[in-house]
């Protein structure tokens, strides 16, 4: 059989299974699918709803490594794209939405009734937004945006990176699924155009700041696809699977011939948006524009608090944070001006810096590594139940960084395969200081997003797809705080001041965020929050600001769920006062796993009340 051949012979059967539910393939399970069948069991209905989910989304079954035995056929497609695919999804997440609220709940067991509960929740959430006249909704995950492609936002920013750390090159099969896969991505440029176009006809442009930074990372990507296929074929040519190597000039044919030709027309209508674009950066401009803000906030916080109220929470907590800022600044000899300008100060100081170049960012490396090691050395001082995180540190793709964030990190698959990963931007060494990354470093993986996310992991499948930005971003806040609380800044004053800038920036975001979106403030006032307010980096503030612009809302989930995850450890503290115990409390906050902050309340309530018994 040849290359070509096994490919179209692969592709048939994946069209061939249509709209089927994979459940359907399960030898057993088809009386799952009945409406006279018996209800599942709380378990297995859990189990269904999951994979029901991942139908819709087959790409991240393979990021978690569940596209396996009788779904293996999902690692070859991305299922259905644009504007049709949207509306099948809608449609199972309202019928699954349902079929969670109305399970008999009599018989239940804790985890069970939070299982239900975060479905109803994030199901219903996300359907709000997909009821909304535009917009990309991310159902049970962070990325909302108003606009399909943008700086961050996008198949020519996802698809790149997730041939080259998500799809599998490990046998025959895969390359066929690989290529599959491959051939379905134009098809999928070309209904992200088409929504792009419709949005554009509703009156919805995203800014030209933001424009600007899009189509140079466009035609950066195009040049590297027009490379041989570049980053698309890039995987097939690296592995040890002959057949991969075989499969590379089909896999750049399939680039030159579908894939680039869809990026161009992508890149021609932003250049269309570009020509009408305005400067404003909020989504008070936009048509509809308050209402999709409420609702990527309350996406974003799992609350239903204001813009106003977040806005007004974000002035308060930057206070209090600033107070305990200025007598550490005094301390190390920073005794005039605001809080703000002596930590704009201290970040000029030459002693905190990094190199600039390749020293640096090797320096950056091993600083990174050095701290991961003592870290973990610490967590059976704050947990009564360990992982072992299988991660690795790894640089930003050099053509996302200029609107990427300065890092983010996330567990890997549930099987263990993928490895979870701290993703750090590299672009400048000027955006990390000795004092700040330490910090950084806890947040994004232990005891932040990879540690949080181990646990998830091992939860039942639909537990570990679901995941709260106000609970994983609040959770990697706390992760910073307990490094703290377990002494990493003991011997480093000048460290724990970057601990706190970091919450302090946090707060920054409610401000900025809000004011935004909101309060009509422009990119420059919200830039100049930072550096004025909590001496932030410009270097660093720059991409910060745009991302907001981008994501409306997101920025809010961190310090929200932060506060309230230090809230109900004051309350279990003083509801059991020397029954309360400091492992136990953070076992089980992160054994209840991620969830709306709604549902880790009855977590702790559960925690306190064991404690008590």
């Known amino acids: 059989m040849t290359d070509t051949n096994f490919t179209l012979t692969r592709r048939h059967a994946l069209k061939g299974l249509g709209g089927v539910s994979a459940l359907a393939l399960i030898p057993g399970c088809s009386d799952m699918l009945g409406n006279s069948a018996p209800a599942l069991a709380p378990d297995a209905m859990l189990e269904k709803i999951g994979y029901d989910m991942l139908e819709h989304e087959p790409g991240r079954a393979t990021g978690l490594g569940v596209d396996t035995g009788d779904y293996a056929a999902w690692r070859g497609t991305f299922g259905t794209p644009g504007a049709e695919g949207r509306e099948k999804y809608k449609a199972t997440l309202t019928r ?3 079929e969670a609220r109305d399970y008999p709940k009599d018989s239940l067991t804790p985890d069970q009734q939070v299982g239900f509960d975060v479905v109803e929740s994030a199901f219903d959430k996300a359907v709000e937004g997909m009821n909304l006249p535009y917009g990309e909704v991310a159902v049970g995950s962070w990325r909302n945006a108003p606009y399909s492609v ?4 996008g198949s020519y920013i996802d698809m790149p990176r997730f041939f080259g750390s998500t799809q599998p090159v490990r046998s025959e099969e895969d390359v066929g699924f690989y290529l599959s896969r491959l051939g379905e991505v134009q098809g999928i440029l ?23 930074k899009t189509i140079a990372q466009m035609e950066s990507n195009i040049a590297d696809a027009a490379n041989n296929g570049g980053a698309y074929t890039a995987p097939l040519a690296a592995s040890d699977v002959g057949a991969a190597n075989e499969a590379t000039d089909q896999a750049a044919q399939l680039v030159n011939d579908g894939l680039l030709p869809a990026l161009q027309r992508q890149l021609e209508e932003l250049k269309s948006q570009r020509a009408e674009a305005k400067s404003d950066a909020g989504m008070w401009a936009q048509p509809d524009g308050d209402e999709w803000y409420a609702w990527s ?13 977040i806005h007004q929470q974000g002035l308060d907590e930057l206070d209090e944070l600033h107070g305990r800022m200025d007598p550490i600044l005094q301390e190390i000899g920073y005794t005039s001006g605001t809080v703000g300008e002596r930590m704009q100060a201290l970040g000029d100081d030459p002693r905190y810096k990094f190199a600039a170049g390749d020293p640096g960012r090797q ?3 091993d600083f990174i590594d050095e701290r991961i090691e003592w870290i973990k050395a610490q967590m059976p001082r704050a947990f009564n139940e360990l992982v072992d995180p299988n991660m690795e540190v790894v640089r930003i793709p050099i053509n996302e960084e200029a609107g990427a964030p300065g890092a983010y990190g996330g567990a890997g698959s549930k099987d263990g395969k993928i490895p979870g990963r701290f993703w750090i931007n590299l672009r400048d060494t000027e955006l990390h200081r000795k004092y700040d990354l330490a910090d950084l470093t806890y947040h994004e993986s232990i005891p932040g997003h990879v540690w949080e996310g181990e646990y998830s992991n091992r939860l039942p499948l639909i537990r570990s797809i679901l995941a709260f930005g106000a609970f994983s971003e609040g959770w990697a806040l706390y992760g910073e705080q307990l490094a703290d609380e377990l002494g990493a800044y003991d011997d480093f004053k000048v460290g724990k001041l970057g601990y706190l800038q970091s919450l302090a920036f946090r707060a920054c975001r409610l401000v900025v965020d809000t004011g935004l979106h909101s309060k009509r403030w422009t990119r420059e006032q919200a830039n100049q929050f930072f550096i004025e ?9 720059a991409g910060e600001v745009d991302r907001y612009c981008s994501w409306p809302g997101q920025a809010c989930s961190y310090k929200i769920g932060h506060s309230e995850i230090v809230r109900q450890r004051a309350r279990a503290e003083a509801e059991l006062g020397d029954a309360y115990d400091f492992k136990a409390f ?12 709604d549902v880790v309340d009855k977590t702790v ?7 008590v018994a």
């Open 150 to 153: 943008i700086q961050n936002v």
């Open 297 to 309: 906030t309350s996406a974003s916080t799992t609350t239903s608090l204001s813009p106003d109220e």
């Open 605 to 611: 309530s559960r925690y306190i009340a064991g404690a």
């Open 96 to 98: 699954l939405r349902d």
């Open 363 to 365: 320096e950056i490396f």
């Open 586 to 597: 953070n076992t089980a906050v992160i054994l209840g796993g991620n969830a709306p902050l």
């Open 190 to 212: 070309d209904a992200e155009t088409e929504t792009m176009k419709a949005t554009r006809a509703h009156g919805v442009i995203p800014p030209d700041f933001l424009l600007d």
């Open 533 to 541: 307010r909590n001496g932030s980096k410009a270097e660093e503030v």
